[in-house]
């Protein structure tokens, strides 16, 4: 993916009578692999955005343009495809499927596109290991540690090479030491597979090791380094 | 990973599957045991084709066998006398008899009685065991007797039994599939008429017409001239029989149907409540981009499993209920049905039956199906946060 870019994005949602607007036009652009972060308090927006931004969401208003294609042209069976191939998806509550232990999990994507077995094991066993967790290849989720569980989610969603990782939040449910932990991993990955990665958190030790901050107050997007 | 998805839910899918399981057992015990009748009552119209029955009027008859009622022997000669009849044929039928004193709903035995020499008339190409043959003519004490009764009483060629107080030789056993010859025991019309005290009474006689005579112009003109009995021409014999082949078979259409059609719903509620509560699975699916019949196939085959393992189990009890009915209305040890299990709960009915519930069970699978690929994750986040 060498460029997303939304114009004048904005989401609003209807609660009862009012009307809440989560994201504000917004204007943004990732263009290289960088490490790009987004802060702001609970309900500023930053999950919102992050959901149009992976093409899980379709905005009110505005574009998102995905390779100068407008997205919103594209149909769903197209949109699943780039969410698939292009974009790894990284969660604050991980969402492992319970039933499927670590390789499972992380084969999942693999195993949608098709890539032949063998090829899957090798990588996820590859994946895994990069992640550290070599030894809990066959555990599932109930038996991981919070910081297990994220870092089987950051393999998973390294398991089609995607261009992008959309990570929410990845370090809210857990202890510094090994939210530190998964900051470290997801800095590596961004700069050892050159994969551009958006961070939305209120994280401070995120914000320290991103290339670029930006904050987000009441569905507005503001550039800050 | 849809075994696991169902094991996660151990107890519910269990209930489920056992849910089903008893509703494909009541569709196969009930419906085996209706067809088994049914197949029964048809396998009698193989007998006396081409030719015309005449009973006692108004007795219940199956086929042309008479429930029931009697005649006088002297009709025979009457018969003869009419134009157009090649030859008639003396049967003493009984359906009452029971060997070993055994009380029964249904009856178990079959008694039958015709001059030794027209025997090959009802026997037709039934095999005796080897070394065993007919009664000799005249005999007084011989009988052949079915291999089913024969397994029942450990009776061998050459056993003694006692009928009525009476000692009778066995002198052949007769084998073969036809479920009328292994429950029956056949002799001489007289020892017949003697052991069940029917002096110089038949309960039928089949007359053969000659070439060229039209069946139904003989029966009226046996019914005109002998105003007692009942002429029976073999389609109005299957006229008689149809309609209860009929309501059988609707009876377990209407069975089947019905059990089929809940086992469904109990499919759909159970897929309903597992995909709600999964819905941040599917969310998740649908996030990282799995495609919509990816996830609509998943749920469908966690339905259809059920269906396969509550087929699987159903169809296992099922027969195994079909062979306790079979043995608790006819008296029969158990034991001695199960070699003929297949023959009760056929394997075509077994694969019609998991086929069907198979297919039931992929239908109620598709509206938890369709809720499934509605779920979005944006919805589980913004419930969330």
New interface residues.
């Given amino acids: 993916m060498r460029e997303i870019k939304t114009v004048d994005l904005t989401r609003t949602y209807r609660v009862g009578s009012s009307t809440i607007t989560a994201v504000d036009k917004v204007n943004f652009e990732v263009n290289e692999a960088k490490f790009i972060t987004i802060i702001g308090p609970?309900?500023s927006g930053k999950?919102?955005l992050l959901?149009l931004i992976?093409l899980?969401?379709h905005p009110t208003s505005g574009k998102i343009f995905i390779d100068n294609v407008d997205s919103s042209l594209l149909p769903?069976?197209k949109r699943?495809?780039?969410?698939?191939?292009r974009?790894g998806?990284v969660?604050q509550?991980f969402?492992?499927?319970?039933?499927?232990n670590a390789m499972?999990n992380v084969e999942?994507?693999m195993a949608?596109i098709g890539k032949p077995q063998r090829e899957q094991k090798e990588k996820t066993v590859k994946l895994l290991e990069t992640v550290g967790l070599e030894k809990r290849l066959f555990h599932r989720p109930k038996e991981l540690s919070f910081g297990e569980m994220q870092r089987v989610a950051i393999a998973?969603a390294l398991a089609n090479d995607p261009e992008i990782i959309i990570a929410?939040e990845p370090t809210g449910e857990l202890d510094s030491k090994t939210a530190q932990e998964i900051i470290s991993l997801l800095f590596e990955v961004n700069r050892k597979e050159k994969t551009a990665v958006i961070v939305a958190t209120h994280d401070e030790k995120i914000v320290n090791v991103a290339d670029t901050i930006y904050s987000i107050q009441d569905g507005r997007l503001r550039l800050e380094t | 990973?849809c075994f696991?998805?169902l094991?996660?839910r151990k107890l519910r899918a269990s209930l489920c599957i056992f849910g089903v399981a008893i509703a494909i057992c009541f569709v196969v015990a009930v419906g085996a045991t209706t067809s088994r009748y049914a197949a029964v009552m048809t396998e009698m119209s193989t007998f006396f084709r081409g030719e015309i029955v005449v009973v006692s009027k108004n007795v219940i008859v199956i086929q042309g066998f008479p429930i029931g009622g009697v005649i006088p022997q002297s009709v025979v000669n009457d018969i003869e006398g009419i134009d157009g009849v090649e030859k008639v044929v003396p049967m003493l039928f009984n359906l009452e008899f029971k060997l070993g004193e055994v009380s029964n709903i249904i009856p178990i035995n079959v008694t039958i009685g015709l001059p030794v020499e027209d025997l090959p008339t009802i026997l037709g190409s039934a095999p005796l065991k080897s070394g065993g043959r007919l009664p000799l003519e005249n005999s007084t004490d011989e009988v052949i007797v079915g291999c089913s009764i024969a397994d029942q009483h450990g009776i061998f060629l050459g056993s003694n039994i006692t009928l009525e107080g009476r000692e009778l030789t066995v002198c052949g056993i007769i084998e073969g599939s036809l479920t009328l010859f292994q429950r029956s025991i056949i002799m001489n019309l007289k020892l017949a008429q003697e052991i069940l005290k029917y002096p110089m009474q038949i309960s039928m006689a089949i007359v053969e017409p000659k070439p060229n005579v039209i069946h139904e112009e003989l029966a009226s003109s046996i019914e005109k001239q002998i105003s007692y009995v009942m002429a029976l021409t073999e389609n109005e014999r299957n006229d008689l029989t149809q309609p209860i082949l009929e309501a059988l078979g609707n009876l377990n259409m209407a069975i089947q149907g019905v059990l089929l059609f809940l086992s469904m719903i109990l499919v759909t509620i159970l897929g309903i409540i597992n995909v709600s509560e999964r819905r941040?699975?599917f969310?998740?699916?649908?996030?990282?981009?799995?495609?919509?019949d990816?996830i609509f196939r998943l749920v469908l085959l966690e339905t259809s499993l059920i269906g396969v393992l509550g087929g699987v189990l159903g169809i296992v009890f099922g027969s195994l209920a079909a062979l306790i009915l079979a043995s608790f209305y006819t008296s029969i040890p158990l034991a001695q049905f199960f070699p003929s299990i297949f023959v009760i709960v056929s394997p075509f009915y077994m694969f019609e039956i998991f086929v069907t519930v198979v297919a039931a069970c992929c239908v109620g699978g598709i509206i938890p199906a369709i809720n499934a690929t509605r779920t979005?994750?944006?919805e589980i986040?913004?419930s969330?946060?």
């Fill in positions: 609970s309900g999950t919102t959901n992976g899980n969401d769903n069976r699943r495809k780039i969410r698939l191939l974009m998806f969660f509550t969402n492992l499927l319970p039933t499927l499972e999942l994507p949608l998973r929410d | 990973m696991r998805n094991g996660h941040r699975d969310a998740t699916l649908d996030a990282i981009g799995a495609p919509l990816y979005r994750i944006v986040l913004r969330e946060y």
